[in-house]
Each structure stands twice: as structure tokens, then as C-alpha cells.
């Protein structure tokens, strides 16, 4: 077999990350048997094998745990490689199955019509889905602006970001990229079980993810294009102050898009964090909860049609060139 036909099929990788990505937004999460959960699970029992809160005791953690799902989806693409229809298929179960764009907005619809049921004690309860933030004495305005701020970030982690990795490296890429995102989730706070066994996690996470919320940020502009100057503008004067390098990003992007002031003051537990404000419009309300939804939709949009052509142009580049 030639070399030019051992390369990956683009279009192929391409198609199975549209149609992974039409899976989520049809269908949503599975009901059952998640691989996401599985591999929460099989993290967890190691994690009691492993645990010292040192950092070498977490990177080999995190290794362990990244390390062999990539090498689990490499071991699949290498089988598909030479069928562009299975490549294809690998790709679009590997996206739909990392990909939570759908259960998302579900989650964050929920929160709404709690609030506008008049059932604040619920959407608190509902919204604790959604962030970690201590939500038991939240107004409807700050649970509101809770469910912005999650629409935002998890747009880029769990939307746009999956799709990057997804164009660069098909599905070892998807499948490594969640997986290191789901350690975060788990291990990756400040706290005092987790401040050093999950700072690899972490770091890693905040590196995986610097591609796909600037692709993310970029996204807002072109989806919502009558607000797109605000949206920049928010962007190069707002994100930096952050104190994630990536979250920073799409929250001023949606606030500038949506017209709002996302940011403020948020406690975990025992720690209040004081975050700037993102935006310079009004204060989130519980009806723009809907808005940052669609948002949220268009911007998907926006990143699979980029990724999926950036996929097959690189491809051709590399044939061509």
C-alpha cells in the first residue's frame, strides 16, 4: 500500500465528526452505560490506590489515566485506517460519545424553568448539575448569571475544544482530550486533598483546552455577528483577568455577545473567590438563560464546520504539497 493511501482519510475524519457532533445535539448523552462514567470510575478506584497529595503521586496519575485511553483510541484508529467507512464511524462514536453540548443546555433549561416556575429552592438544587459554587443562598439574578457562566465555559470544553482535538488527532485525540478533561473535573481543585495530587490534571487540562476556547472565542464572533465588535472588545479588554487562561475567553466573548456583566463574587465551601467582571452590560437575568442556549448552539455550529474543513484542507495540504 502506497504511502499517500496509509495517510488518514480528512474526509473521513471530517464526516465522523459532523455526524458526532448531529448524535449530540439529537440525542444527548447516553442514558446508559457512559464510557465518560466508566472511565470516572476506573479514575476513582486508582485514585485510592494511588493517592499522597504530591505531585509526582498525581502526574503518574494523570499518565496512567490519559496515557492509556489515548493508546486504547490509537489501537482502534489503527485498525480503521485502512477503511475510510470505519475511520469515519470510530470518529463519529468517539465524538458523540465525548461531546456534551446537548446535555448542557438540557441541564441549563432546567435551571430555567425552575426560575420561571418561582421555584428558587429548586433551581438552586438544579444548578448544583451544573457548577461547583455553593448555590444554597443564591438569588434568581446570581443563579442566572451561574448558568451563563457554565453555558459559556462548558461550550468551549465540552463543544469546542473535543472538536480540535478530534480534527488534529481523529479519535485518539476526542478520547484523550475528555479524558483529561474528566480528571480535572474529579481531582483538579483547590482544596486541601487535592491541591498538589491534582496540579497535573489541571495543568494539563488549561493546555488542552488554550486551542479550542480561542477557536470558542472566535466562534461567538461569527455567531452572533450584529454584536460581534462588543464581543471582541470584551475579549481583549476582560478575559485576561480571568483566572483561567481559557474560561476567561469565552465568558467575555458571551457576555459582550449577549450584552450582559458576567463575573463576581462566588464561594466554594470555605473559599470566596472574587472574580472580575466579563462585559459591560447589565447584569445576567433569569430569561437570558435561553439566549446563552442558542448562543451556545450557533457557536458548536460555528466550531464543527470549522473543524471538520480545516480537517479535510490540512489533509489535501498534505497530499498536494
Do not use: K
Amino acid at each position: 500500500m502506497s504511502a499517500r493511501r496509509r495517510r488518514p482519510d480528512g474526509l473521513a475524519t471530517a464526516a465522523g465528526l459532523l455526524l458526532g457532533f448531529a448524535a449530540d445535539r439529537l440525542l444527548g448523552d447516553p442514558a446508559r452505560l457512559h464510557p465518560v462514567a466508566g472511565f470516572g470510575t476506573v479514575a476513582a478506584a486508582l485514585e485510592r490506590r494511588l493517592y499522597a497529595d504530591t505531585r509526582r503521586r498525581g502526574v503518574v496519575h494523570t499518565t496512567v489515566l490519559v496515557g492509556g485511553v489515548v493508546a486504547l483510541g490509537a489501537a482502534a484508529d489503527r485498525v480503521a485506517t485502512r477503511h475510510p467507512v470505519a475511520r469515519g464511524a470510530l470518529t463519529a462514536a468517539a465524538t458523540w460519545a465525548v461531546l456534551g453540548g446537548r446535555s448542557l443546555e438540557r441541564e441549563a433549561l432546567a435551571v430555567h424553568g425552575r426560575l420561571a416556575a418561582g421555584d428558587l429552592p429548586g433551581a438552586r438544587r438544579r444548578l448544583t448539575h451544573l457548577v461547583g459554587r455553593d448555590t444554597s443562598t443564591l438569588s434568581a439574578h446570581e443563579v442566572a448569571r451561574a448558568v451563563v457562566e457554565s453555558v459559556a465555559e462548558n461550550t468551549s470544553d465540552a463543544v469546542v475544544a473535543p472538536l480540535v482535538w478530534g480534527a488534529i488527532a481523529g479519535a485518539p485525540g476526542l478520547l484523550g482530550y475528555r479524558a483529561a478533561n474528566t480528571l480535572d473535573a474529579m481531582v483538579g481543585h483547590h482544596n486541601d486533598r487535592y491541591e498538589h495530587y491534582g496540579w497535573a490534571s489541571a495543568r494539563l487540562d488549561d493546555l488542552l483546552n488554550l486551542p479550542g476556547s480561542r477557536l470558542a472565542g472566535l466562534s461567538v464572533l461569527a455567531a452572533e455577528p450584529g454584536r460581534a465588535r462588543a464581543a471582541a472588545r470584551a475579549w481583549r479588554r476582560d478575559a485576561a483577568q480571568h483566572p483561567s487562561p481559557n474560561a476567561g475567553v469565552v465568558e467575555a466573548t458571551f457576555a459582550g455577545a449577549l450584552g450582559l456583566s458576567l463575573g463576581g463574587t462566588n464561594t466554594y465551601g470555605d473559599r470566596i473567590e472574587h472574580r472580575a467582571l466579563m462585559g459591560s452590560g447589565r447584569r445576567p437575568e433569569p430569561h437570558d438563560i435561553p439566549r446563552a442556549t442558542r448562543l451556545a448552539a450557533r457557536v458548536g455550529l460555528a466550531a464543527v464546520i470549522a473543524t471538520s474543513v480545516g480537517r479535510v484542507v490540512a489533509t489535501w495540504r498534505r497530499r498536494t504539497g
